[in-house]
């Protein structure tokens, strides 16, 4: 049984209830789940029987200085403090587990560690709510990504190559050695074939269900436009915190349920050349007293001002927030011209090509939002949303002014205001400097301190940014062997 048909939503917030769920479940190991800083989800577990109301009260301890972005080794004990709010039984493992996300807890003060993402992603909450603009930001992600069926990859000092290939893979259509039965998308119409051409339908349901199952709701899920795999699944909208929890849980299981088929799923953000990208289109919106706070009847594309502030917002910051929204190398050969990508800063109701776009399928105030479309799922949820948070904020409070919407398509316009508008910055390093210079508005309210701005800097740096421009690019030597 799911945990949100056994226990109400204010009972799932007493451990004492959460620990006697998990005993009629049959739940055997407890496993304690939290997100380190560049946004992977990290692990330990311990039986149920020392599962106690206590540890939800006084946590449990671990070695911080061996997670990425957190503590030197002189200051390494940290604790971990489970929320019994987040807790659902395992859906993709043999043993019966109850899995828990935690808050990081730094034990010599007994408050939450600044470096801990969830502790950001609650602050920014509570920022918003401080200024009385709104007290709720609803967040509805479009995680899109590739299911293949093996992926190879070395690097060394005399050689450094990648190889992927799927079934669906529109260059095995004249593969041998095997009966080639045909029917794959070719590049870019991977948006809507049915079987068998899109030949992972079952999966993408088995996905489906194991994500309900872990009470995430789900809305749709299809093929995308790209051959080989790439894969869209999209669940239902929340506020900030509890979606970017939900971020981490739908990788995980999307990840396990393709390994155990025999499938490997990636959100890499451009693994193939020459054909479409996956993003993390993100939707978002604000409300207050259960009113949404983006409609108005009368303005362009049925938006009110503090939405068209919000927009302002975050077009004004964008170059920082991609910093912290598509945070790594590979994310900006998915930010070029063609392929959907959105690389140009402006607005636009309908326009994919557009960095945001207005969606106009209802005209309903309640589904009245924006569509952020630069950022992709490689991001930390928890710091990525945040920023997005705090960007649209400080849009409203300066009553930031966007460009001129744009209803044309910004790839192949060449008019006067078309070429006004700026492009996005074209990699990490640009992106990490105009953080480096654009970051106050992410310090208001205390939601990102200095330490995480200069840590997150200072790790893309160092393990990113300088070690892909050392090594030579295999098509260098497409370019230069002969030289």
Request: hydrophobic share 35%.
């Given at each position: 049984m799911a945990i949100d048909e056994y226990l109400s939503v204010e009972?799932?917030?007493?451990?004492?209830?959460?620990?006697?769920?998990?005993?009629?479940?049959?739940?055997?190991?407890?496993?304690?789940?939290?997100?380190?800083?560049?946004?992977?989800?990290?692990?330990?577990s311990v039986p149920l029987t020392e599962l106690s109301e206590g540890l939800f009260r006084d946590g449990i301890g671990f070695d911080g200085s061996s997670i990425r972005g957190f503590q030197a080794i002189h200051e390494s004990d940290m604790l971990l403090r489970p929320d019994p709010r987040t807790a659902f039984v395992d859906p993709v493992l043999q043993v019966p587990t109850l899995a828990l996300i935690c808050d990081v807890v730094?034990?010599?003060?007994?408050?939450?560690?600044?470096?801990?993402?969830?502790?950001?992603?609650?602050?920014?909450?509570?920022?918003?709510?401080?200024?009385?603009?709104?007290?709720?930001?609803?967040?509805?992600?479009?995680?899109?990504?590739?299911?293949?069926?093996?992926?190879?990859?070395?690097?060394?000092?005399?050689?450094?190559?990648?190889?992927?290939?799927?079934?669906?893979?529109?260059?095995?259509?004249?593969?041998?050695?095997?009966?080639?039965?045909?029917?794959?998308?070719?590049?870019?119409?991977?948006?809507?074939?049915?079987?068998?051409?899109?030949?992972?339908?079952?999966?993408?349901?088995?996905?489906t269900l194991a994500l309900i199952e872990a009470g995430i709701d789900v809305e749709v899920h299809h093929h995308e436009v790209g051959t080989a795999g790439q894969t869209e699944i999209d669940m239902r909208y929340d506020t900030l915190a509890l979606t970017a929890d939900r971020v981490q849980t739908f990788k995980y299981i999307v990840k396990n349920v393709c390994y155990q088929r025999g499938f490997t799923a990636t959100f890499m953000p451009k693994p193939l050349f020459g054909d479409n990208g996956s993003g993390m289109h993100t939707h978002?919106?604000?409300?207050?007293?259960?009113?949404?706070?983006?409609?108005?009847?009368?303005?362009?594309a049925l938006l009110s001002d503090l939405a068209r502030w919000y927009i302002g917002g975050l077009l004004a910051h964008a170059p920082a927030l991609?910093?912290?929204?598509?945070?790594?190398?590979?994310?900006?050969?998915?930010?070029?011209?063609?392929?959907?990508?959105?690389?140009?800063?402006?607005?636009?109701?309908?326009?994919?090509?557009?960095?945001?776009?207005?969606?106009?399928?209802?005209?309903?105030?309640?589904?009245?939002?924006?569509?952020?479309?630069?950022?992709?799922?490689?991001?930390?949820?928890?710091?990525?949303?945040?920023?997005?948070?705090?960007?649209?904020?400080?849009?409203?409070?300066?009553?930031?002014?966007?460009?001129?919407?744009?209803?044309?398509?910004?790839?192949?316009?060449?008019?006067?205001?078309?070429?006004?508008?700026?492009?996005?910055?074209?990699?990490?390093?640009?992106?990490?400097?105009?953080?480096?210079?654009?970051?106050?508005f992410l310090l208001e309210g205390d939601v990102f301190t200095p330490d995480v701005i200069a840590t997150w800097i200072a790790y893309k740096r160092e393990r990113e940014v300088d070690p892909i421009r050392l090594r030579p690019h295999p098509y260098e030597f497409f370019l230069y062997a002969d030289a």
């Open positions: 009972s799932r917030s007493d451990p004492k209830a959460v620990i006697s769920y998990a005993r009629e479940q049959g739940v055997r190991i407890v496993d304690f789940r939290f997100t380190d800083l560049p946004g992977q989800w990290q692990h330990f730094d034990p010599t003060t007994g408050e939450r560690y600044t470096r801990d993402p969830r502790h950001v992603a609650d602050k920014a909450e509570a920022f918003l709510r401080s200024t009385g603009i709104a007290d709720t930001s609803y967040w509805g992600p479009e995680l899109e990504f590739y299911i293949f069926n093996s992926i190879r990859f070395d690097q060394n000092v005399h050689e450094g190559y990648y190889h992927v290939d799927s079934i669906e893979g529109i260059w095995n259509s004249g593969q041998n050695g095997s009966p080639n039965q045909g029917f794959r998308p070719r590049q870019k119409e991977g948006y809507f074939p049915v079987p068998p051409v899109d030949k992972l339908q079952d999966l993408r349901s088995e996905i978002q919106s604000l409300w207050k007293d259960g009113t949404p706070l983006f409609f108005d009847a009368k303005g362009y991609l910093a912290l929204s598509a945070p790594t190398t590979n994310s900006y050969r998915r930010l070029v011209p063609g392929y959907e990508a959105p690389i140009k800063l402006a607005y636009s109701a309908r326009n994919r090509s557009a960095c945001i776009r207005i969606p106009t399928y209802s005209d309903k105030p309640a589904l009245r939002r924006l569509e952020f479309r630069s950022p992709d799922p490689t991001a930390n949820p928890y710091l990525a949303f945040a920023a997005m948070l705090m960007a649209g904020v400080d849009g409203i409070r300066r009553k930031i002014e966007p460009p001129e919407p744009m209803e044309i398509d910004l790839y192949e316009a060449e008019n006067e205001a078309a070429q006004r508008v700026r492009d996005l910055p074209g990699s990490l390093d640009e992106v990490l400097r105009a953080l480096e210079g654009d970051h106050a």
